[in-house]
């Protein structure tokens, strides 16, 4: 596959006409070795999934979950690059790819089972989303924002309201140079492969990481980003509804833009208008999904290339 416009070290991809799995690569763990968003298993090994990235994209096997002949599919890609390796937490990460320029950082390491323990992520600046999800056992992901706040997280794999714990994050918001970790077993215990840690921090003209309050109005809140969007995926932290991503590929014209669901098989919907806007976006539906009455909601926004 190319086209991608650089050499990814993230690579998310889902068919959107069919239900299947979604499946997650990254260049830290390798290829071949894959994680799904929308469950709790333990990393996968397949051997006819994503085989290697290239300068323009990737190659891809004959699995499924990213190769069938009669099934369509999208996928996202984040580039990433410096591999020098990290020091300055209680934890010392066991490998890394990290771009600062564009504000992501992916991150292995082993876990110590210790209340308040730290691992170094790489991008100088404090991140505003952390994804972690651990590789060695059927383990829920979780997901911190800086709008959600570091005393509650999400799960990426459940359509959840936001939980209320100091065994995730310690109650401790990251910095500039450390995650903080409790002691759950879905951050911090395993070390036969540990946790994959993917964080994010907000680029100017890149990415944004936001929140809004829901009108259950048609016409609903328009988010500024500072660009034009080609992916952004929402949550509400205080109903149960699912992750929900749009993005400007699968058809792309307002409102008819349709939206994956992160935590599910399913295949795409197309029944909560949305609007990918110059420098922002607009709800367009009064679906509790992404706009009821008084919920609060986050997301993240990524645009194709930097303003």
């Not at 903080?180 to 003209?205: C, D, E, K, Q, R």
């Not at 939206?259 to 208008?273: F, N, Q, R």
């Amino acid at each position: 596959i190319t086209g991608v416009g650089f050499e990814p070290a993230m690579t998310w991809c889902k068919s959107y006409d069919t239900a299947a799995n979604h499946a997650l690569y990254d260049a830290v763990r390798g290829v071949e070795r894959v994680v799904y968003p929308n469950t709790a298993d333990a990393q996968g090994v397949a051997t006819e999934g994503l085989t290697a990235w290239g300068a323009d994209g990737f190659t891809v096997g004959s699995d499924g979950d990213v190769n069938n002949g009669s099934r369509e599919y999208v996928t996202w890609n984040w580039k990433a690059g410096t591999t020098t390796a990290l020091s300055g937490g209680t934890i010392t990460p066991t490998a890394q790819s990290i771009n600062t320029t564009s504000g992501i950082s992916i991150v292995q390491y082993d876990g110590n089972s210790t209340g308040g323990a730290t691992v170094p992520h790489g991008l100088g600046v404090t991140p505003s989303m952390v994804i972690i999800k651990c590789l060695d056992a059927g383990e829920t992901w979780a997901v911190g924002h800086t709008h959600l706040g570091y005393t509650k997280y999400l799960r990426l794999d459940v359509n959840s309201i936001a939980s209320t714990t100091a065994v995730i994050w310690n109650d401790t918001a990251p910095t500039s140079t450390l995650v903080t970790l409790g002691t759950n077993s879905i951050v911090n215990t395993h070390t036969t492969l540990g946790y994959i840690m993917y964080s994010f921090a907000p680029i100017s003209g890149y990415s944004r990481f936001g929140f809004y309050k829901g009108t259950a109005d048609g016409d609903g809140p328009w988010c500024y980003t500072g660009f034009r969007p080609a992916f952004i995926m929402f949550k509400s932290i205080d109903s149960a509804d699912a992750w929900a991503i749009y993005n400007d590929k699968r058809l792309g014209y307002n409102e008819e833009n349709e939206y994956l669901s992160a935590d599910t098989t399913d295949l795409e919907y197309s029944d909560v208008p949305f609007d990918i806007l110059s420098n922002g976006f607009k709800v367009r539906s009064s679906s509790a999904l992404i706009n009821k009455n008084t919920y609060n909601y986050i997301y993240a926004a990524f645009a194709e290339f930097p303003i």
